[in-house]
């Protein structure tokens, strides 16, 4: 089975300083990783996402996220944090083999406060 | 969220009482999903479709039935709903196995 883990429930940070939010992820196979952003009161909006290539992946907003297979993690990051990067952030995986079929497992998001 | 619209956006209910849900897109996508989000759960998929009238069970389908009888429209019904039942749901929809998934505005349903 497929899972993915937000270890952070929060994150806080000054406005200009660099942002991280966590991911690690367990699948059988091999993994397709998106990070999708929800602002309140508004469905989930599509971030950046990894399939295949190269292991940093650049994304809208500025954001990019780094796949690193050896340690299961795809890290969403921003080097200068915006009051508006404010929202709820989550992970998700989906298992590449066909067994697996066309399920998206989220992790549980992890809330970003941006401060002034 | 263009593209995808679900109606309604809000709904309070009573326990027992059947409720339908409705995703339209206009993106003639082949694939449509309905996921419930709640607190430190994210979102779990509840069914999904592949075609029209093909839909396959998600990892939280006991309580929800779905019909998908054009390309455009996935309804989620809960036969008789239930306070725990009380959830934002999202629908959403993507071109192929692999593509991003593309997601509604939601609907907030509270069951009383």
């Known amino acids: 089975a497929q899972s993915v883990a937000q270890p952070e429930d929060q994150v806080n940070v000054a406005e200009g300083n660099p942002l991280t939010v966590k991911c690690t992820y367990s699948?059988?196979?091999?993994?397709?990783l998106f990070w999708y952003v929800q602002y309140p009161n508004r469905g989930l909006q599509f971030l950046l996402k990894?399939?295949?290539?190269?292991?940093l992946v650049k994304g809208s907003y500025g954001f990019e996220a780094e796949f690193n297979k050896s340690q299961t993690s795809f890290h969403l990051k921003k080097p200068s944090a915006l009051v508006s990067d404010s929202a709820l952030y989550f992970c998700?995986?989906?298992?590449?083999?066909?067994?697996?079929?066309?399920?998206?497992?989220f992790g549980g998001g992890t809330r970003v406060l941006v401060k002034p | 969220d263009a593209g995808i619209t679900q109606s309604p956006r809000h709904k309070v209910t009573e326990t027992g009482t059947p409720v339908t849900l409705r995703c339209h897109q206009t993106?003639?996508?082949?694939?449509m999903y309905w996921y419930r989000q709640d607190p430190g759960h994210g979102l779990r998929l509840i069914h999904y479709?592949?075609?029209?009238?093909?839909?396959d069970k998600g990892e939280v389908s006991d309580g929800y039935s779905v019909s998908r009888s054009k390309t455009e429209d996935f309804l989620l019904t809960l036969e008789s709903a239930t306070s725990s039942q009380t959830s934002v749901y999202f629908c959403?929809?993507?071109?192929?196995?692999?593509?991003?998934?593309?997601f509604g505005p939601g609907t907030r349903l509270l069951v009383l």
């Open positions: 479709s592949y075609g029209v009238k093909d839909t």
């Open positions: 959403a929809i993507s071109e192929g196995l692999a593509e991003t998934q593309y």
């Open positions: 998700a995986v989906r298992d590449r083999s066909k067994a697996a079929g066309n399920k998206l497992t």
């Open positions: 993106e003639n996508h082949r694939y």
């Open positions: 699948v059988s196979g091999n993994p397709y």
């Open positions: 990894y399939i295949t290539g190269d292991n």
